[in-house]
């Protein structure tokens, strides 16, 4: 398997511009996690998704901020507009069904600079 | 919100000795993990501890947990150049055992 898949590895925009972070999940894993790591905020939890379903969005930081996950293989994170306190690595992680499955996997992440 | 805090912030010691690095939490938890990140990439999964268990070993690693204190520990015997990166704890909160929450991590560099 090919793990959990961040599309774009870095992303560069100006202050204002919508931008939209993919995750493709492992196959077969049900629910799915969106992070934000700063150096100031360490790892923080935005959303996460059980069976494609929004469980907890209480970690998203505004109205600017939206995620969905239309079905089990995609899911997107979507700012707009941008800031430059949104520049932060953002993580996907998704988890296997079952209650005894309990480990993360994480892709390699998405680098987005603000301008 | 922050669940775990991780204790020290960063660590740096010689190759060849023991890390210890500690991890403090608010909640009641159903189990507590330890990952490792390297400099740029994403999180990597290292050992599971569920609340029932008091200490948990694989390979070069021993993880400790004490539910009366609320904390945990991650101890790496015999350090090698390969273990510097960060480690990080995560928590399952016992009524929310699908939110995983993370600490923000002990920055470990292990010195030639």
């Known amino acids: 398997d090919a793990g959990v898949i961040q599309s774009p590895r870095h992303e560069v925009t100006e202050m204002g511009q919508e931008v939209t972070l993919r995750c493709k999940p492992i196959s077969g894993h049900n629910s799915l996690f969106w992070y934000r790591q700063t150096m100031m905020r360490g790892l923080e939890l935005l959303i996460y998704f059980n069976n494609n379903v929004p469980i907890d969005d209480s970690g998203m930081p505004e109205d600017r901020f939206s995620a969905k996950m239309p079905n089990a293989s995609f899911s997107t994170l979507k700012i707009q507009p941008s800031e430059p306190r949104d520049s932060a690595v953002y993580f996907c992680?998704?988890?296997?069904?079952?209650?005894?499955?309990?480990?993360?996997?994480f892709g390699s992440g998405t680098q987005l600079s603000v301008l | 919100s922050q669940q775990g805090e991780e204790d020290p912030q960063a660590l740096s010691i010689q190759e060849g000795e023991n890390a210890t690095m500690n991890c403090s939490y608010k909640?009641?938890?159903?189990?507590l993990q330890w990952y490792r990140q390297n400099s740029g990439r994403g999180l990597v999964h290292l050992i599971l501890?569920?609340?029932?268990?008091r200490e948990k070993h694989s390979g070069r690693l021993r993880v400790t947990l004490d539910t009366s204190k609320k904390s945990s520990s991650l101890l790496i015997t015999a350090s090698r150049a390969a273990d510097t990166a960060s480690y990080f704890c995560a928590t399952a909160l016992r009524n929310r055992d699908d939110k995983i929450i993370f600490g923000k991590g002990t920055r470990l560099h292990i010195l030639p």
């Open positions: 909640t009641s938890i159903n189990n």
């Open positions: 501890i569920r609340s029932n268990e």
């Open positions: 992680a998704s988890k296997p069904p079952g209650q005894r499955n309990e480990k993360l996997f």
